[in-house]
């Protein structure tokens, strides 16, 4: 069976695409160095338009004949009150814009006007290097480092220095974590279940927060928080699995780039850590069967969050505590304890294990 | 291997779900088409695939083991049709219910007309109308512009004005669209699907074609006392399944082998559904509901009229619209109170993250149980206030979905289908174990007779036959005496007490006959009970007489709520 994978590496070839959902203008160039903020391409939206019915406002008898007294054209620049039509003659009315903006276009005798537009970024979202540019659209950016893959995420991205505190990182954060080392700064915790903490971090200008779990009751105050905020394990009060807080805590006080996008299984965009190094690393597989001496994590109902290692497969189905029937292996959790885990709430964490020693020491 | 063919009718149907990949084999055995086995695998449409195939070629691997019947080649091709050894298959069916969500904007007329029947439309597929613009609409044009931009919509779904009817005001409705579209960048553009005064749709297509793409389908209210969605329902799900095609990758690769071309799931599902709809008792109707992971389909049928409804909850990544959408107290009452409100949320936005985790324990797989209740409830509600129930009496009930199958005994299957139901008279419970509804709808395309021969078959699970009685007597006061006679004469009697629910024996396939005697004004909706015994099929729960209530009203003390769960287990055969 083919495995759910969490990627866990201190040091791994990374390479991303980075993306507009529409097209607009790329701002890099190949072999351009960039850091997690730098815009990558970026397009405007218009948000905001007139519409101005001459024909109707005029009275005309055909659209034909109410676009023949536009005196404008797609695409100019229009000031309030500059005129748009006009009938000419001795008693000339005319039809003047109600705001500034560009004429979109001109059909069935009405002028489309947008008066306001926003404009959206596609930034790096981690430092490295151009290596191919999407035209009109992105780039793809490059880098060796570590990676981190997280579950959720609060849709903003963001960058800041590493910063441990050792009681935080082994449990919750709590108030006293954001003291007045934090400012643009990343923080790490085991798990939050406090919204207080994810606003007074706002008011503190933390660069991110990144979490083993987060209670799900404070989801709607962590999609609010201007900064990123990664959640690694998922929901509850579990924290973080060792191998991550292992990687973490030894990458303290570097630059570590947060994309808290949410999981789309779909486009296969995933919330990730990435914390570029000057080591060069090799790439990582994508596709895993389960097997033997995997080091896995309970994702799901009972053991839910704990790390343990692979002893077996079991062929066929297995029977469960409850009566159902599964598909399972054997696993042996960090405590000794061995259990039936169905594979399906099982997440391999997979690392290069040369920079941390073995894996699966614990288990 | 030879190659020589021979006059068969196997069939391989494949449905590519969110969660699951699942291959169905059926096969002609004694003239009477009968279904063989199935094999499913995870579906690989998302990460790290990407594409389809992996999980077909897993799901029909499992099938070949299960059955030890060669369906590929040593190169992993589907052998098509079938060989003179018995390998292979002779038609193969695929049907997709992993869609993406569509977000919609409907244009139409008037609210109560037009508007109102391209809303209905809309409920079909798997989205939101996240915009409806009518010419009552009092916002300026520019701000429903504006509105319809900010909503960045997948597809347009536009009606209005009867056959020869109103046009200007359509035309003047077309050219807001054309504004939209032209603001659009090209790769955004909604795709458009025209169901309103046909005089209008060649000019209307032209004018939209060369910003996007245009289909023109049936007049959905050719006038106006007649709503006509069937044909626009069709083309509906032509379009999306289209959509979706350009999305899923292997699906064109896959397309050129199947024998009819692959429709959505949702689509077979309202086919087999709309074709019982037509054999069942008139003044009921038949209801089925298909739970999965993304979101849930539910379908009604009678003579007269069908529709097909589909719903953001699921048991997948659409758990997550429950938290969203409604007050976890009214899942909270579905649970024995073992667990806080914070772990149940956390529960399901766990599960959310990983949609094909399994409960392990009793309390996890009691939590999944509840969720799926309140599923049906909230399906149940949406119904009703989408006017879209003619009666609550149903003759089937069919529920399909992995969440039902992932019980550990039928009772619990039941129990969970009565309460997130709660139906009313006397129905049939019926499970679709293997999740086939929406294949046999597609393999009807290829031969109607494939889904009448397997209904009748015992691919699905006769539940029970329930008998809702509904008294306003005080509980545990007797209201019903009740008589199973069996058919070698035999019977059994029982006396019914408000607030029970209670199943006497009845083999599955065995009928039996049931007299009845009202106590306390007890009434059975819809059905005159005289001397006259009723005649009722028995299922793997016998015949279950539910005297609970409607609604159900469950006490708000978490201890009274475990002794009743309890009762009505054991009342019914559990343990």
């Keep these: 069976m083919h495995a759910q994978m969490t990627h866990v590496h201190p040091l791994v070839f990374i390479r991303r695409n980075r993306v507009l959902p529409v097209p607009g203008v790329v701002t890099v160039r190949t072999g351009q160095k960039v850091t997690p903020s730098d815009v990558i391409a970026e397009v405007e939206i218009p948000t905001r338009h007139y519409l101005v019915d001459v024909y109707r406002s005029l009275g005309m008898k055909t659209p034909a004949e109410a676009e023949r007294l536009i005196e404008r054209k797609p695409g100019d620049l229009l000031q309030k009150n500059d005129i748009i039509a006009e009938t000419g003659g001795m008693f000339s009315r005319v039809i003047r814009t109600p705001g500034p903006g560009k004429i979109v276009s001109i059909s069935g005798g009405r002028v489309l006007i947008e008066s306001d537009s926003r404009k959206i970024f596609k930034t790096a979202g981690m430092s490295g290097m151009v290596t191919e540019i999407i035209g009109e659209r992105g780039a793809i950016v490059e880098t060796s480092g570590t990676l981190i893959q997280g579950v959720w995420g609060n849709m903003q991205t963001g960058s800041g220095g590493l910063v441990i505190q050792q009681e935080y990182v082994d449990g919750e954060l709590l108030p006293s974590a954001i003291g007045l080392n934090v400012r643009r700064a990343v923080l790490a915790a085991g798990f939050c279940k406090s919204p207080e903490v994810l606003q007074a971090a706002a008011v503190a200008e ?143 964490l997979h690392m290069t294990s040369e920079f941390l020693g073995t894996t699966d020491e614990g288990g | 291997m030879s190659t020589d063919t021979f006059e068969a009718n196997s069939v391989l149907g494949i449905d590519i779900g969110s969660i699951n990949t699942r291959a169905l084999l059926f096969d002609v055995v004694e003239n009477s088409y009968h279904f063989i086995a199935s094999g499913a695998a995870p579906s690989t449409h998302t990460e790290p695939y990407f594409d389809i195939g992996q ?37 193969f069916v695929v049907t997709v219910s992993c869609t993406t969500f569509l977000k919609i904007v409907t244009f139409g007329l008037l609210n109560d007309v037009s508007l109102d029947s391209v809303n209905k439309l809309a409920y079909s597929i798997h989205g939101k109308v996240v915009e409806s613009i009518g010419i009552n609409d009092r916002r300026p044009l520019h701000a429903q512009l504006d509105a319809v931009l900010a909503a960045n919509p997948d597809l ?103 024998s009819t071309p692959p429709i959505l799931s949702s689509q077979g599902f309202h086919n087999v559904v709309r074709f019982l709809g037509k054999q069942y008792d008139p003044a009921k109707g038949v209801f089925a509901v298909d739970i999965g992971g993304t979101h849930s389909v539910a379908a009604y049928a009678n003579h007269d009229v069908s529709n097909l409804h589909t719903f953001s909850y699921g048991l997948g990544s659409g758990i997550s619209s429950i938290a ?47 969720a799926t209740r309140h599923i049906l409830r909230l399906i149940m509600r949406d119904l009703e206030l989408r006017n879209a129930l003619p009666t609550n009496r149903f003759e089937p009930i069919l529920i399909s979905g992995s969440a039902l199958n992932r ?25 679709d174990k293997h999740g086939m509804l929406g294949i046999l709808g597609a393999a009807g395309r290829l031969d109607p007779l494939l889904p009448v021969q397997v209904l009748e ?38 006396e019914i007490k408000q607030g029970s629910i ?47 209530g409607r609604p159900l009203q469950l006490p708000e003390q978490a201890e009274k709520r475990r002794e009743l769960f309890h009762n009505w287990e054991f009342m019914l055969g559990g343990k």
């Design chain 1, 206 to 348: 933390v660069s991110g927060i990144i979490l083993g779990t987060i209670s799900s009751s404070i989801i709607p105050v962590a999609e609010a928080q201007p900064y990123p905020i990664i959640v690694l394990g998922g929901f509850g009060k579990f924290g973080l699995d060792p191998l991550s807080k292992k990687v973490l805590v030894s990458s303290s006080g570097r630059e570590v780039a947060i994309n808290a996008v949410k999981w789309d299984r779909v486009t296969g965009e995933r919330p990730e850590i990435i914390i570029s190094l000057p080591s060069d690393g090799e790439p990582y597989p994508v596709e895993l069967e389960y097997e033997a001496g995997q080091i896995v994590r309970v994702h799901a109902s009972e053991h839910l969050g704990k790390v343990g290692t692979v002893q077996k497969i079991i062929p066929g189905l297995s029977r469960l505590p409850n009566g159902l029937r599964a598909s399972a292996a054997a696993v042996k959790f960090e405590s000794g304890e061995m259990s039936v885990v169905p594979l399906a709430n099982l997440d391999v």
């Design chain 2, 55 to 91: 999980g077909v070629f897993d799901s029909i691997t499992r099938l070949q083991e299960s059955t030890g019947r060669m369906l590929l080649d040593n190169e992993g091709n589907l052998l098509i049709p079938s060989r003179v050894g018995g390998e292979g298959v002779d038609r």
């Design chain 2, 156 to 258: 347009i779904l536009f009606a209005g004005g009867t056959e020869g009817g109103a046009s200007r005001s359509i035309l003047r409705m077309s050219s807001l669209i054309a504004n939209i579209l032209e603001i659009l960048p090209a790769p955004q553009r909604p795709r458009i699907l025209y169901c309103g005064n046909s005089k209008l749709g060649k000019r209307l297509s032209d004018g939209f074609s060369r910003l996007t793409q245009v289909k023109l389908t049936r007049n959905i209210h050719p006038t106006i006392d007649d709503e006509v969605l069937e044909p626009a329902l069709k083309d509906l799900d032509e379009m999306v399944m289209d959509m979706q095609q350009a999305k899923l990758g292997g699906l064109d690769r896959m397309a050129p082998l199947c």
């Design chain 2, 324 to 370: 969203d959408k409604t007050s976890i107290k009214d899942l909270m009452m579905w649970l024995d109170g073992s667990r806080s409100e914070e772990e149940v949320m956390d529960y399901l936005w766990q599960r959310s993250l990983y949609p094909n985790s399994i409960a392990t324990n009793k309390t996890d797989l009691d939590l999944e149980l509840a």
């Design chain 2, 407 to 431: 019980t550990v005994t039928p009772l619990q299957s039941l129990l969970v289908i009565l309460d997130g139901i709660q139906p009313l008279g006397i129905c049939p419970m019926i499970l």
């Design chain 2, 457 to 494: 078959s015992t691919a699905f699970t006769n539940l029970a036959t329930v008998i809702n009685a509904v008294s306003n007597a005080k509980p545990g006061s007797a209201i019903m005496q009740a008589r199973l006679v069996y058919a070698n004469g035999s019977y059994l009697d029982a």
């Design chain 2, 502 to 548: 209670l199943s006497l024996p009845l083999a599955s396939g065995e009928t039996g006959e049931l007299q009845l005697k009202m106590l306390r004004r007890t009434v059975i909706e819809d059905v005159n009970i005289s001397n006259e015994p009723i005649l009722v099929r028995g299922g793997v729960c016998g015949v279950v007489i539910d005297a609970r």
